[in-house]
């Protein structure tokens, strides 16, 4: 299944890109560290094939971009990125309650993913 093109969409693959390119130069600290820190969860919580593969099979949008966007991927494999707050709350309780994906999200900071 492929992504429907619409407004939200435009805006989260802009800011994939744009995250993605920053977050692999030397430029890395620009990227807030709530932010660094759930992309490096959302990586490793991906599907392997999808990493393989370069794009995700539910939605084909191009990884790791698609862990930097905001939204969530086709396949749910990870939470919406949360705010700064959300992030220390989530990190401290060991959990995220993801209201959008009606979802609870353990978080093994061990393995650094979601679970």
């Known amino acids: 299944m492929k992504a429907k093109i619409n407004f939200k969409n435009i ?27 759930q992309i490096s969860f959302r990586i490793n919580s991906m599907r392997r094939t999808c990493f393989i593969n370069g794009e995700c099979e539910e939605c084909g949008c191009s990884t790791t971009a698609l862990q930097m966007a905001n939204k969530t991927c ?19 309780f060991g959990y995220y309650k993801d209201k959008e994906n009606n979802r609870t999200w353990t978080i093994d900071l061990k393995k650094g993913r979601f679970l």
């Open 11 to 37: 805006i989260a693959f802009c800011q994939g890109t744009l995250r993605y390119q920053v977050y692999y130069s030397p430029f890395k600290f620009l990227i807030r560290k709530h932010i660094r820190e």
């Open 74 to 92: 086709g396949g749910i494999c990870y939470p919406p990125m949360m705010n700064k707050k959300q992030w220390r709350i989530a990190t401290i």
